[in-house]
Every structure is written in C-alpha cells, then in structure tokens.
C-alpha cells in the first residue's frame, strides 16, 4: 500500500483538503499526510478538516510539522524530508508527493504512477503540458544545466525536473533519507536534487504524463520566483563534477498526448510588471560584478537608455551567461542573487517576446532544440 504526501504553506485550506481527500479516496493509498511549516494559518483550518476526511475513507489523514533538517533556507525541503525520514522509519512501500495547489488532481494520476511502479520502476515522476511562458526556471536554468553537466544522460530529457509530483518506491525512499545532499537542501533547491539523486539510483525512472496538464496557482510579476529562481540555481550548480545515471540506465515515458487548447494560449506571468523590474535599482557592488562579465554581455545588462534591454539575450548569449552563472553564482551573496535574477528576466522577456509569441508548438519545438543544443556542446567540449 501506498502514503501520499502534500507539503503545503499558503493554499486555500479548502483546496488542500479536497486533494487530500481524492488521494484517500484511491484504494491504492491507506495513509495521507499533509506537512506544513509551522501551527497556525493555513496548518489550522486543514488540521481542523482532517477527521472528516480520515473519516470518511476510514484511513488516517494525518498533519504534520515540517522538522528543522536542512542547512539551507527553511522551505519545502524541510517538508520533504521530514516526509521522507518517517517514511523510511516506517518502511513504507510507495511514497507520492503532490503539490498541493494543483486544482485538477485526481485518480488517474496515481493510477498512472503505481502501474509504472507495478511494472518494476522504482521512481515515477509525473510530466505534464505546460503553458509556453511558464517553467522558466526549468527551461532557462534546470535543464540547461543538466545539459552542461549530464548530455547524453536521460537527465536533460526530463520533462519536469523541478516537479513535486512522484512516487518513491522503498529502496528510493531509503537511499534519500540517507542522502545527505537531498537531507541538507531545505529550500527550493530539493526538487532538484531529489530528481539528480533519484535518476543515478538505477532503479528504473518512469515519467507518467498528464495529458490535461498541471493546474496551479501561476504568477504576477518574476518578482515572485526571484527565490526559487537563485535556491534552484544554486541547487543544480551544486551538482557539477557529480557522476551522471549510468549510459543506458532504464528509462521509459509514456508518449505525447495532445496539449489542451486553453492551456497552448496561457500567459504565465504578467509581462509588463516584469519588465518594470528591470528598472531595479543597481547597487556599486552589482555594477562592479557586471562590469567584469565579458562585453556581449554587461553590453545587455548595464543599459542606458538607448541600448537594448533584453531582445539581444538569445540561445547562444545567454548559453554564455548560464556558464558564468553556473561557474561563479554565490547564494547569500546580494550582489550575485541580483545579477542572476537581472541576466535570467533578460533571457525570459527575450523570449517570451518573441518564440513564445509564435504559437506553442514552436515555441516547444524552440525550446527543445536549445536544450539539445547546449547539450551538444557540452558533449563536444567533455
Ligand atoms: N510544508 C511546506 N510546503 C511548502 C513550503 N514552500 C512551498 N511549499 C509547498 O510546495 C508546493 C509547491 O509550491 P508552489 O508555490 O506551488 O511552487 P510552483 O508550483 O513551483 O510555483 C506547494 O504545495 C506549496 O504549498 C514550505 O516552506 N513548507
Ligand atoms: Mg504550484
């Protein structure tokens, strides 16, 4: 039998519940757990709802207090490995994790994991559709990296490496508790490391897709992703000199499915407010490291007026500032955290101005051929 696992912070309580009780609902669950980082708030009114749904599913629905585990920022990685160090605890057979602001979970998501467990692959991750202006962390720092640092490897092929949706069968769920990389990244970085980690496991690696896509609380502004964008950066820079999965390692994905039109014509984020924050203040510190990137460069990002701000940031351009980035980002470091928010909100308006606004499918198609391209020189340079 199976435990599912939804950290949670600010959701509406009621969204919350209602995915807790479709996880309960499946016959293949016989526990639910729901972590929250502290009492109060959104911890109270899901904690008071919980009996009903136990209840009603006679199983238990449990919520829990994320542990202090990591060295990073307190975030959703604390939440998951507190999850996962009472999993392994308890010998537990199957673990899923789902975010918990998905508004359109059900059944057959985990349908699909467990018949992929089923089938002997001991790590499952959900893949779904996502609107072309959204996965602008994954798309312009996750899987260039693990294209830099793994081609040829089925990691830059992963759909969604930053997903919080998967299922960890036993021997997983063990060799992750253990794992002091996954244990000491409390922040937004786990995602990322947990999918590095679970991939050189040999285990077998299954992504299920979701046809209908993942539906989620989007953005504003970038502004809200500046966190996540500089804790994931930091996460897969991390990764570098680490051994990849092994050539030929077993790993299957369910093939393409048509994208949902609503979804092919979502915009993610709000494109005016974002550009505004190009404006930000630079503070000498800020200046001083730009000045030093080479001139193609601090060309884009140190802007009077007359120049251009952010079309110029290309595949290749910013190939280039995604390695100086991966080389030399410094976490905590105000003036680094600054510029790779500056350099990436170039790179994502350059493009959400122009492929993205060529219609999904070839935005897709653009995308992709990016990855394989840094992938290829990666591979030609090693
Ligand atoms: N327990 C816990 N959950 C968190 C924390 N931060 C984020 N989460 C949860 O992690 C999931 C993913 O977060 P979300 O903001 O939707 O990220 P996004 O989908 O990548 O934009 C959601 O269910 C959040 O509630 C945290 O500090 N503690
Ligand atoms: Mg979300």
Same mark, same amino acid.
């Given at each position: 039998?199976?435990?599912?696992?939804?950290?949670?912070?600010?959701?509406?309580?009621?969204?919350?519940?209602?995915?807790?009780?479709?996880?309960?609902?499946?016959?293949?669950?016989?526990? %639910?757990? #729901?972590? +929250? *980082? $502290? !009492?109060? /708030? &959104?911890? @109270?009114? %899901?904690? #008071?709802? +919980? *009996? $009903? !749904?136990? /209840? &009603?599913? @006679?199983?238990?629905?449990?919520?829990?207090?994320?542990?202090?585990?990591?060295?990073?920022?307190?975030?959703?990685?604390?939440?998951?490995?507190?999850?996962?160090?009472?999993?392994?605890?308890?010998?537990?057979?199957?673990?899923?994790?789902?975010?918990?602001?998905?508004?359109?979970?059900?059944?057959?998501?985990?349908?699909?994991?467990?018949?992929?467990?089923?089938?002997?692959?001991?790590?499952?991750?959900?893949?779904?559709?996502?609107?072309?202006?959204?996965?602008?962390?994954?798309?312009?720092?996750?899987?260039?990296?693990?294209?830099?640092?793994?081609?040829?490897?089925?990691?830059?092929?992963?759909?969604?490496?930053?997903?919080?949706?998967?299922?960890?069968?036993?021997?997983?769920?063990?060799?992750?508790?253990?794992?002091?990389?996954?244990?000491?990244?409390?922040?937004?970085?786990?995602?990322?490391?947990?999918?590095?980690?679970?991939?050189?496991?040999?285990?077998?690696?299954?992504?299920?897709?979701?046809?209908?896509?993942?539906?989620?609380?989007?953005?504003?502004?970038?502004?809200?992703?500046?966190?996540?964008?500089?804790?994931?950066?930091?996460?897969?820079?991390?990764?570098?000199?680490?051994?990849?999965?092994?050539?030929?390692?077993?790993?299957?994905?369910?093939?393409?499915?048509?994208?949902?039109?609503?979804?092919?014509?979502?915009?993610?984020?709000?494109?005016?407010?974002?550009?505004?924050?190009?404006?930000?203040?630079?503070?000498?510190?800020?200046?001083?490291?730009?000045?030093?990137?080479?001139?193609?460069?601090?060309?884009?990002?140190?802007?009077?007026?007359?120049?251009?701000?952010?079309?110029?940031?290309?595949?290749?351009?910013?190939?280039?500032?995604?390695?100086?980035?991966?080389?030399?980002?410094?976490?905590?470091?105000?003036?680094?955290?600054?510029?790779?928010?500056?350099?990436?909100?170039?790179?994502?308006?350059?493009?959400?101005?122009?492929?993205?606004?060529?219609?999904?499918?070839?935005?897709?198609?653009?995308?992709?051929?990016?990855?394989?391209?840094?992938?290829?020189?990666?591979?030609?340079?090693?």
């Amino acid at each position: 039998m199976s435990l599912a696992v939804f950290p949670f912070k600010t959701e509406e309580p009621s969204l919350v519940v209602s995915n807790l009780a479709t996880a309960a609902a499946h016959p293949a669950i016989d526990e %639910v757990w #729901a972590v +929250a *980082p $502290e !009492v109060g /708030g &959104a911890e @109270a009114a %899901v904690r #008071a709802m +919980a *009996p $009903e !749904v136990s /209840g &009603a599913h @006679a199983k238990p629905v449990e919520v829990i207090i994320q542990e202090r585990l990591g060295t990073y920022r307190s975030g959703k990685g604390d939440a998951m490995n507190t999850a996962l160090t009472l999993a392994a605890e308890q010998g537990r057979d199957r673990v899923h994790f789902y975010d918990a602001d998905i508004t359109n979970f059900e059944a057959s998501w985990i349908d699909g994991a467990e018949r992929a467990a089923d089938r002997g692959f001991g790590v499952v991750r959900h893949r779904f559709p996502r609107a072309a202006t959204d996965a602008m962390i994954t798309w312009m720092i996750t899987r260039p990296a693990l294209a830099r640092l793994f081609p040829g490897t089925f990691l830059p092929r992963l759909d969604q490496p930053l997903g919080g949706e998967v299922l960890l069968t036993r021997p997983a769920v063990e060799t992750l508790a253990a794992s002091d990389l996954v244990r000491s990244r409390s922040d937004w970085g786990i995602d990322t490391v947990l999918t590095y980690a679970t991939s050189v496991m040999d285990l077998g690696f299954y992504e299920h897709h979701v046809a209908d896509g993942k539906r989620h609380a989007l953005y504003g502004s970038l502004d809200e992703l500046r966190e996540m964008l500089i804790e994931c950066l930091d996460a897969v820079a991390s990764l570098s000199g680490r051994p990849g999965p092994r050539p030929g390692a077993r790993h299957a994905t369910d093939p393409p499915a048509p994208v949902p039109e609503d979804l092919k014509q979502t915009t993610a984020y709000d494109v005016e407010a974002t550009v505004r924050l190009l404006d930000a203040e630079w503070s000498a510190d800020e200046i001083h490291l730009a000045e030093s990137l080479p001139p193609d460069l601090s060309y884009l990002v140190l802007d009077p007026p007359t120049r251009p701000r952010f079309e110029l940031m290309d595949a290749d351009r910013w190939h280039m500032a995604h390695g100086l980035l991966m080389e030399n980002f410094a976490l905590g470091d105000p003036a680094w955290e600054s510029l790779a928010f500056r350099l990436w909100l170039t790179r994502v308006l350059s493009y959400t101005t122009n492929q993205a606004r060529q219609g999904f499918d070839a935005a897709m198609e653009y995308l992709e051929s990016t990855i394989r391209r840094y992938e290829v020189i990666a591979a030609g340079s090693s």
